[in-house]
T-cell receptor, first 110, second 113 residues
Framework: RKEVEQDPGPFNVPEGATVAFNCTYSNSASQSFFWYRQDCRKEPKLLMSVYSSGNEDGRFTAQLNRASQYISLLIRDSKLSDSATYLCVVDNFGNEKLTFGTGTRLTIIP | DGGITQSPKYLFRKEGQNVTLSCEQNLNHDAMYWYRQDPGQGLRLIYYSQIVNDFQKGDIAEGYSVSREKKESFPLTVTSAQKNPTAFYLC????????????FGPGTRLTVL
């Protein structure tokens, strides 16, 4: 099993729709989880951290399910500017590293 | 303006040549990292440094070398021993080691001709 696994997509979603991605991780001891956004040929940028209780930032909601070892990202009322690749990132507890998923590509269609 | 800078943005190299990629940060972060990204793959860790004058190999260190003589700077040398160096190279920094959030520079796209 890969350490961090994401559906690569692409997800093609009409503007205004709601879209959700999941990401599974293998290390049950992992403590920290993040979603990064990466635009084409640019660097990844932090979108949000994921807390145990779940957290929301405007149209974005992140949730953690420890029992099933996955995190999710929900985007409501999607905008054209949301088109990007979304990277799931998990700490590799015990070896001071972060593990990056390969990303889920999202395209918002007008 | 606080941030991480990388130079150059694009770099072309002939086979057999060593090349050094620059990474500078003025965020006063202790930890710095080098990753490479290839199409369809996640970021892979090359080297990281938690403190000045100390660094550790990541998952794919072969063919690369680094130095950390100053807190602000963490240059990466891609040597001729790296068999497939064409990639997008990303430098990142964080206040401390993971799970601290990492912030990325704009990247250097290296092409070997």
């Amino acid at each position: 099993r890969k350490e961090v696994e994401q559906d690569p997509g692409p997800f093609n979603v009409p503007e205004g729709a709601t879209v959700a991605f999941n990401c599974t991780y293998s290390n049950s001891a992992s403590q920290s989880f993040f979603w990064y956004r990466q635009d084409c040929r640019k660097e990844p940028k932090l979108l949000m951290s994921v807390y145990s209780s779940g957290n929301e930032d405007g149209r974005f909601t992140a949730q953690l399910n420890r029992a099933s070892q996955y995190i999710s990202l929900l985007i409501r009322d999607s905008k054209l500017s949301d088109s990007a690749t979304y990277l799931c990132v998990v700490d590799n507890f015990g070896n001071e590293k972060l593990t990056f998923g390969t990303g889920t590509r999202l395209t918002i269609i007008p | 303006d606080g941030g991480i800078t990388q130079s150059p943005k694009y770099l072309f190299r002939k086979e057999g040549q060593n090349v050094t990629l620059s990474c500078e940060q003025n965020l006063n972060h202790d930890a710095m990292y080098w990753y490479r990204q290839d199409p369809g793959q996640g970021l892979r860790l090359i080297y990281y440094s938690q403190i000045v004058n100390d660094f550790q190999k990541g998952d794919i260190a072969e063919g690369y070398s680094v130095s950390r003589e100053k807190k602000e700077s963490f240059p990466l040398t891609v040597t001729s021993a790296q068999k497939n160096p064409t990639a997008f190279y990303l430098c990142a920094s964080s206040m401390g080691v993971p799970p601290d959030t990492q912030y990325f520079g704009p990247g250097t796209r290296l092409t070997v001709l």
